[in-house]
């Protein structure tokens, strides 16, 4: 069982930037992906950025050139540094890890874009 903690979600104003943590209970060395989805109010849970096991690193359209997706092995933590935010970046942002054929979420942190 695989436990993830997110962190540094909060309020910012548009342009503003925030960078968020995925803190995993297990090494992340293994893990075959780590992404970071977001479920805007009223809407579905999306996919926003990923890396995989070999760091190859893939964004939805909406946050490329805006969102950065890294890992820390050591730390056994998925950082996603998000610049020039916009108020469409209005979400509860969910970790989730891939490993051995199973999917581990977070439980979500909030992200408001508001001036």
């Known amino acids: 069982q695989v436990q993830l903690v997110e962190s540094g979600g909060g309020l910012v104003q548009p342009g503003g930037s925030l960078r968020l943590s995925c803190a995993a209970s297990?090494?992340?060395?293994?893990?075959?992906?780590m992404s970071w989805y977001r479920q805007a109010p009223g809407k579905q849970r999306d996919l926003a950025a990923v890396?995989?096991?070999?760091?190859?690193?893939k964004y939805t359209d909406s946050v490329k050139g805006r969102f950065t997706i890294s890992k820390d092995n050591a730390k056994n933590t998925v950082f996603l540094q998000m610049n020039s935010l916009e108020p469409e970046d209005t979400a509860i942002y969910y970790c989730?890890?891939?490993?051995?054929?199973?999917?581990?979420w977070g439980q979500g942190t909030q992200v408001t874009v508001s001036s």
């Open positions: 989730r890890a891939d490993f051995r054929g199973a999917a581990y």
């Open positions: 297990a090494s992340i060395f293994s893990f075959n992906a």
């Open positions: 890396i995989t096991i070999s760091n190859i690193t």
